[in-house]
């Protein structure tokens, strides 16, 4: 098999519209080669949905795409044909899967092929040049879907990793597919079955790209009838990275001979195909624009990256009447995110192309494809593009008369919703904040006036809506609106919101053999009574069964998945506390061995700074030593002045005795407790002054380059000191902590550096004073 490299999916779709050439050539049928199936199912893993890498688990890149239809169920000769080909369902008409919670059509939506599996009836063969390939066992319809390809979804960064480990692998075969930037499909060891599907220069399928559940999905679709026994093959399109293109062995007559390079890839990069669909353009228009770009020998390239447009090629582009079948493609263009405003332009353009009787059916049909919140992401990108400018170009200004033309001559709205929902009235507002020309601005202001009587209708959400229906599709989930009108009948409270597995079907008239206790029985089971016991049993005819335990309903399929989703996210919260506990347990073990060397490191500086210590404390006992001294001089000049004062008298004498023999008790006591005070905290002031001791000079330590040892440890002593000398009086009587608390460490560090940022600055300007002491006015002149 000769797969290589990247299929680019961003063009595969221009092969779905355009005609292939007829060829004068008999059909190769492969329906008589053995089925090889089985046999390369052990050759990979085979996924039932795709895999994402862990870092696009959490990713929904297609989660703005998402949109609710308007179908409902529609019974044709018994048969649904809701959200059907045929049927003009916006989801399936602009390439997304409607969602059961979001679809009035419910389980019988005939728009969820990916989600459940409906691929066609095919299978693998061994072919003779291109190793395996894909076969059909029946004939397949045009457009059906033939299977998804599937795989791991990785990112760029993972591609390049592991397209270097699969070389070094000696893997030849590589099957890569590009979703969009970022996001490729990697089938090489995880896949599906859709990884065999052959290249082919005249392919009979094509790769589309689908929106499921907020998620974009490549699958294989039938470009034309695929006949029994036909090889299944799609165009690569290969992006070729190597010098040399890989030979071609598909055998179609208009083969190029190789997959890859400049020929194949050329004309596809000129436009993505949702806007070649809404534009109509050909492979014809992009080759005949190719050849005169070659003749005038102009070398064509991607002149926007981002969004692959060719904007010269829009430009020149001949438009075609727009039909009506287009609309549904203008409406999902005109969505997109960072649309072009040249493509936009000549998209309003076709509308402007149509006579006025074929206006009005064109506008009618874009207003059931959401045409007003089309037309609203027109007007955004266009006010994106003008910024904060007064003015608009040229080019905005035509979008904004061609969508206002387009709004002028819009059918009659019974509501605001579309208005409201598109935000049209918003931004028409901010355009008239702007510079426009001729009658702009009276235009807009006539469409508001006429849109401000419309009012916004409120409706009952479609899951409701559906218990209304009078149709009926079988006797199992019968949707039907009429109460039974005899016989037992189910709860009509708020018990009856509970979805039973057997609907809403009347159980009044089934026989007493098919239901129990009220209860219908699963389809084909019955219960009788044991002739000889009388022992209720039950059995099915139809499985050829028979049990006494009673048969359960089977479980709906929405409650299977409610009820895997419930078990899964358990499991998610379940794993989430375990990892949250063993995180906490290496936490709090990091943590006790971080506490353990602090203490350590903490005992080390204690014993290095024992004379630091032992120095404060006689400082500090010297200052006590002054305060007495003090006290008692005191205490000499009252008795001095007391003696002078002898001679105003006896009773003066008497009164000055009293006064001085008080404060002398007085002195005397307060001596007498500041001494055993001071005797009593002198073992305090010791504990303080080492826990301190212990800390402060770790803190210090990153200046001792700028201000030498000397000044570090008089630092240290200083802030000790002053920290001792405040917990001493905060904490009187009470015992100095074993250790420093993180609290207290957080404020002795802020002390500090508050302490050592005044010391600085002092240090420096002393130094500034020594400098220019030492250097003279005319020495530092010359410096």
């Not at 036909?230 to 179609?252: L, S, T, W």
């Not at 506490?595 to 404390?617: D, F, G, V």
């Amino acid at each position: 098999m000769s797969k290589t490299e990247t299929v680019d999916s961003t063009s595969d779709n221009e092969r779905s519209k355009s005609i292939t050439p007829i060829l004068e050539k008999k059909m190769q049928l492969f329906d008589g080669y053995q089925d090889k199936t089985d046999e390369v199912k052990a050759q990979f893993v085979v996924l039932p949905e795709n895999r994402y890498i862990s870092r696009l688990k959490n990713v929904y890149s297609a989660s703005n795409e998402f949109m609710t239809c308007d179908c409902e169920e529609e019974v044709v000769n018994g048969l649904n044909i809701a959200c059907g080909p045929e049927s003009d369902c916006i989801n399936r008409l602009t390439n997304i899967e409607c969602v059961d919670d979001q679809c009035g059509c419910g389980d019988y939506c005939l728009n969820q092929r990916f989600q459940r599996r409906e691929y066609a009836n095919i299978s693998i063969f061994l072919t003779a040049e291109k190793g395996y390939g894909m076969r059909a066992n029946v004939e397949i319809p045009a457009h059906s879907f033939i299977i998804e390809y599937m795989g791991e979804i990785v990112d760029s960064e993972e591609y390049k990793v592991r397209k270097q480990n699969y070389d070094a692998e000696g893997i030849k075969h590589f099957y890569f597919m590009m979703i969009q930037d970022n996001e490729i499909i990697d089938a090489t060891k995880k896949a599906s079955l859709g990884r065999y599907c052959n290249h082919s220069c005249d392919p009979n399928a094509y790769i589309e790209k689908w929106v499921v559940n907020k998620r974009f999905r490549m699958g294989i679709f039938a470009k034309r009838t695929i006949n029994k026994g036909e090889e299944i093959c799609f165009d690569y399109n290969v992006d070729r990275y190597g010098a040399q293109p890989q030979k071609c062995f598909c055998g179609a007559a208009n083969c190029l001979g190789v997959m890859g390079g400049k020929t194949q890839s050329e004309t596809v990069r000129l436009l993505p195909h949702i806007i070649t669909e809404a534009l109509g353009v050909r492979a014809s228009d992009e080759k005949k624009w190719l050849k005169e770009q070659k003749k005038n020998g102009v070398k064509v390239t991607n002149d926007n990256v981002d969004s692959n447009v060719n904007v010269e090629f829009v430009k020149a582009l001949e438009l075609k009447p727009l039909d009506t079948s287009d609309v549904g493609k203008i409406s999902s263009c005109l969505m997109q995110p960072d649309l072009d405003l040249i493509v936009i332009k000549r998209i309003l353009e076709r509308f402007g192309m149509a006579f006025d009787d074929d206006l009005e059916g064109l506008l009618f049909r874009l207003n059931r494809f959401h045409g007003m919140q089309a037309l609203g992401h027109a007007l955004k990108t266009v006010l994106l593009g003008v910024g904060e400018k007064d003015a608009l170009g040229a080019d905005q200004m035509n979008v904004l008369d061609m969508t206002i033309y387009l709004f002028e001559h819009w059918p009659k709205l019974k509501s605001k919703n579309s208005i409201q929902a598109g935000e049209v009235e918003e931004l028409l507002r901010k355009f008239e904040t702007k510079n426009l020309s001729g009658n702009m601005n009276s235009r807009i202001d006539h469409l508001l006036e006429e849109w401000s009587t419309l009012e916004v209708v409120y409706r009952i959400p479609k899951k409701l809506e559906k218990s209304e229906s009078q149709k009926v599709l079988d006797d199992r989930r019968s949707r039907s609106g009429n109460a039974p009108s005899t016989g037992n009948k189910l709860p009509t409270g708020p018990a009856s919101l509970i979805k039973q597995p057997w609907g809403d079907l009347d159980v009044s008239k089934l026989p007493e053999n098919r239901k129990l206790d009220g209860c219908p029985l699963p389809p084909g089971w019955e219960w009788a009574l044991d002739p000889t016991t009388q022992t209720r049993y039950y059995f099915n005819r139809l499985m050829n069964s028979t049990q006494w335990e009673k048969p359960e309903w089977p479980m709906d399929k929405v409650t299977k998945e409610d009820e895997e989703r419930r078990k899964r996210k358990e499991r998610d919260r379940e794993r989430e506390k375990a990892r949250e506990l063993r995180d906490l347990k290496v936490l709090e073990k990091e943590r006790a061995l971080k506490r353990q060397s602090e203490l350590k490191q903490e005992e080390e500086k204690l014993n290095m700074l024992s004379s630091i210590i032992a120095e404060a404390s006689r400082s500090g006992s010297d200052e006590n030593e002054q305060s007495k001294t003090k006290k008692s001089r005191a205490i000499l000049k009252s008795k001095s002045r007391s003696k002078s004062n002898a001679s105003r008298g006896e009773k003066a004498v008497r009164m000055s005795d009293q006064e001085n023999e008080k404060k002398r008790a007085s002195s005397n006591s307060t001596g007498e407790k500041e001494h055993k005070r001071s005797s009593g905290n002198h073992s305090l002031d010791k504990k303080w002054m080492s826990l301190f001791a212990s800390y402060v000079p770790n803190i210090l330590k990153r200046y001792e380059s700028e201000i030498g040892r000397d000044n570090l440890k008089n630092c240290a002593r200083d802030i000790v000191h002053h920290l001792t000398k405040k917990e001493e009086k905060r904490h009187e009587g009470e015992a100095a902590p074993s250790t420093l608390s993180d609290e207290r460490k957080i404020k002795i560090k802020a002390f500090s550096k508050e302490y050592m940022a005044k010391f600085m600055q002092k240090f420096e300007e002393k130094k500034k004073k020594k400098l220019e002491l030492s250097n003279p006015p005319s020495k530092r002149a010359k410096l």
